[in-house]
């Protein structure tokens, strides 16, 4: 059994900044890629950011310079600082990770957190 959970999120003023985390627990053999994505309701998840197990990392275009992810990988936890925020995003935003389990070693298998609410007033 492996559990993701986000904390961090929070409502704060155009400008300001949140850091968000995500603490992956539970039977894990390895945690691979881990990640950051967000929603609306109503609107599909997009992608955020992703760092690999060796620290490459992807961002989406829109927050680019803005958003910073990172990994400390012997507490299997993720990171996303976000500075200069806008309205546009305030969202749900979900931790995402592939894992190996001690049950299942050889399938890597997507998890996702419950979610956290971040809200950027206009």
């Known amino acids: 059994q492996v559990q993701l959970v986000e904390s961090g999120g929070g409502s704060v003023q155009i400008g300001g900044s949140l850091r968000l985390s995500c603490v992956a627990s539970?039977?894990?053999?390895?945690?691979?890629?881990m990640g950051w994505y967000r929603q609306t309701p109503g609107k599909q998840r997009e992608f955020v950011a992703t760092i690999t197990g060796t620290g490459y990392i992807n961002y989406a275009d829109s927050v680019k310079g803005r958003f910073t992810i990172s990994r400390d990988n012997a507490k299997n936890t993720v990171y996303l600082q976000m500075n200069g925020l806008k309205p546009e995003d305030t969202a749900v935003y979900y931790c995402?990770?592939?894992?190996?389990?001690?049950?299942?070693?050889?399938?890597?298998?997507?998890?996702w957190g419950q979610g956290t609410q971040v809200t950027v007033s206009s």
């Open positions: 995402n990770a592939g894992i190996l389990t001690t049950t299942r070693w050889l399938d890597e298998v997507d998890y």
């Open positions: 539970g039977s894990i053999y390895n945690v691979n890629t």
